[in-house]
């Protein structure tokens, strides 16, 4: 029981700010217990992450077109292993699909139409220049805007799933814009 102060009346015993306290008790343990999980059980990583059932892996279709961190991991980032997408890029602190990226987005959803039972993440990278907080946040953007593309293009967004890498895994490390210019992309990893 609560005491309550009723006006001239003065104090008595309530059992319905104890009721209310204790629903509100059990509202927040109900959420904290059911309402932040996941219904996404493809494992650590995310959708289609290392570890997921049918998921892309770190390897990609048959080792090639394989992810940049596994690419890193082997020692091979940038050395070929392409896949059978091709990889697009940014204008400097940009994610706006060019026209030229628009073309090779149509011929990836070209290929990803023609084989069904293929799915793909898209990574998105940065050069290094900025935060590494901008850099995560913009390869987002980059990844986001490359799925949004594509789903126009007709693939199912189940079919897609987005990672940013940020400026954490460069194809080339000198100080110039062509360098910079190839770290600022999205590459596609293909998985069946």
Known sequence: MTRVHRGRGGWR??????????????VIVVLAL?????KNKTGAGGAGGPG?????????????????????QSGTLGQGGQGPLTDIHFDYNDFTIREQDGQILRVNADWLTKH?????????????????????????????AAKDYLQTLGISSDRISTISYGKELPLCTEENEDCWAQNRRDHFVVSQ
Not at 34 to 38: E, I, K, N, T, V
Not at 52 to 72: C, D, F, K, P, Y
């Open 116 to 144: 069904q039972g293929s799915r793909v993440q898209i990574e998105g990278h940065c050069d290094d220049r900025g935060s590494e907080e901008y850099n995560i946040a913009l390869g987002a953007k980059r990844a986001q």
């Open 13 to 26: 015993a309530s059992a319905r700010g104890l009721m209310r306290t204790s629903g509100l008790a059990a």
């Open 34 to 38: 059911f309402g932040c999980s996941s």
């Open 52 to 72: 997921a059932e049918g998921g892309i892996g770190q390897e990609g279709v048959g080792g090639t077109g394989g992810s940049s961190l596994a690419g890193l």
